[in-house]
């Protein structure tokens, strides 16, 4: 594919001046029509070495207002992003709405440069490749504009570039050992490159080749694409709201009759002496554990989720009691501030995820997306429709990346919910604890237990299974959440 390009493919520098001058001025408009219309933008810089990326990005951002976009440029990940599943720098890097954000290099990496370097087997690659696809995916569906170049130049023109630059003191730098070890191996490293290309060419994110011998033809090629890219997703969603219709299409989902709920046995209990006893046992048994997860590099997400006053805060304080402070955080989540809604709602997460070793707990979780914001109409029946799959995305990548995850339903019946409503009421200390949207909320609870039926249901993977706590019994629930994860935890580390 690559190999059979044209790169005889010229322009005169008078024509290119005036194509881009041209192009630049559409490009500045987009711009501003696309900050007036919310949709952010994703420019992928990728290619051979020497191809010339950072010069064609200089180029395509004289036409942009510097307050509109950022540039990142991906090298070698540092200590801190190692340590994180691969895709989190990037995800903590996707642009507000209205916004560009433009890469040089990018999630590309692990299935290019490194697979060349580091000899990845192909087992690793297609997870990659497969988390790359569902990346894209999400952020398209959530309308973000994806643009990808990939700049391509023959074996002598690559030689010829290096030689070049080591000749001047000032540019040697840019070339090193393994830059010529690809070259060396060229018709190798073109080989990785296509099979990327072909693995992650999609009608949503699709690749432009770029023929880059000749820069001025390259550089009105890369700003027409973007200008046309642009053009069409403006067009696309102005003609969708003047059709009064949300962007995408709702996918048929099946409705599910299944009743979770409804078979949990909340009559477990277990009296105060046992409980002692166990929870004594069990976050002795933890405290081991986590010396062992540092230890291993091993990172945990816990996540709970329950009906309001179902204990998932006595359960939380439990299960941190014998944890070394360093080595977990626990992450309350409320409603998305201003920030976190100009972002795809995953964002704000992907932001906490724990470092290889470390412990993230989250007291509420992504699922809102399913639950309050299905409920409340916070999102479209398209989003939180959308919601299931690209949430099991998400934890299908950090299982992937080495994360244990467990999700955890705090649940109680309706009795037993107002029951503890009135004692906080009663009490001066837990006033706080209640308020009149808890009350409200219990008005929808028919609602709430389809919508967490429908959850558990299309959620609960192999790789990050719910787990439902029977939560009448708070010392039975406090005991139940601690030994399963004492339990998952062990079987990791026996892994």
């Not at 997703?233 to 709702?250: D, K």
């Not at 009149?436 to 909320?441: G, Q, S, V």
Request: a positive charge.
């Amino acid at each position: 594919m690559l190999e059979k390009m044209d790169l005889s493919k010229t322009m005169k520098p008078k024509e290119a001046k005036q194509q881009q001058e041209e192009a630049g001025a559409r490009l500045g408009w987009l711009q501003r029509e696309c900050k007036k219309e919310g949709i952010p933008v994703i420019i992928v810089f990728e290619g051979m070495g020497a191809a010339g990326k950072g010069i064609q990005i200089n180029r395509l951002i004289q036409s942009l207002d510097p307050r509109g976009f950022a540039v990142y440029t991906s090298n070698h990940p540092t200590r801190e992003e190692r340590l994180r599943p691969f895709l989190w720098r990037y995800w903590t890097r996707t642009p507000e709405k209205g916004r560009f954000a433009i890469f040089d290099r990018s999630w590309y990496r692990s299935v290019q440069v490194d697979r060349f370097s580091e000899g990845r087997g192909d087992k690793k690659i297609e997870i990659d490749y497969h988390d790359i696809r569902s990346f894209e995916k999400q952020l398209y569906d959530d309308g973000t504009v994806l643009i990808k170049f990939f700049l391509y130049i023959d074996k002598k023109e690559q030689k010829k570039r290096f030689e070049r630059l080591e000749a001047s003191k000032e540019t040697s730098w840019r070339v090193t050992k393994e830059d010529w070890k690809r070259n060396k191996a060229f018709e190798e490293y073109v080989q990785i490159n296509e099979q990327m290309l072909e693995a992650t060419d999609s009608d949503y994110a699709p690749w432009t080749l770029v023929e880059a011998v000749d820069k001025n033809y390259a550089a009105v090629k890369i700003i027409t694409t973007v200008c046309e890219r642009l053009e069409y997703a403006l067009a696309r969603r102005r003609q969708l709201a003047q059709a009064g219709v949300e962007a995408g299409e709702v996918v048929p989902r099946e409705v599910f009759k299944n009743d979770v709920l409804s078979g949990i046995d909340l009559s477990k209990n277990l009296e105060r002496e046992e409980y002692k006893a166990q929870i004594d046992h069990l976050q002795k048994k933890l405290e081991r554990l986590h010396n062992e997860l540092y230890h291993r590099r091993i990172p945990v997400i816990i996540g709970f989720e329950g009906w309001d006053a179902a204990g998932k805060g006595g359960a939380i304080r439990r299960l941190t009691s014998h944890l070394d402070p360093r080595g977990y955080q626990v992450i309350p989540t409320a409603a998305p501030n201003d920030i976190e809604k100009k972002h795809h709602y995953l964002w704000r997460f992907y932001n906490e995820m724990p470092k290889a070793g470390h412990i993230a707990i989250f007291d509420r979780t992504w699922y809102g997306r399913v639950m309050v914001e299905r409920i409340e109409n916070f999102c479209t029946e398209e989003e939180w429709t959308r919601a299931y799959g690209e949430i099991n995305e998400m934890e299908k990548h950090l299982a992937n990346s080495g994360a244990v995850i467990l999700k955890f339903w705090l649940h109680i019946d309706k009795e037993e919910q107002e029951k503890r409503f009135t004692a906080r009421m009663e009490d001066p200390a837990k006033q706080w604890k209640i308020t009149e949207e808890d009350w409200r909320n219990r008005e929808k609870w028919d609602q709430y237990e389809s919508a967490v039926n429908e959850m558990l249901i299309r959620t609960s993977t192999t790789y990050a299974p719910w787990v439902v706590v029977e939560g009448n019994s708070k010392y039975y629930a406090r005991v139940k959440v601690l030994k399963t994860v004492v339990d998952a935890i062990e079987q990791r580390l026996k892994s």
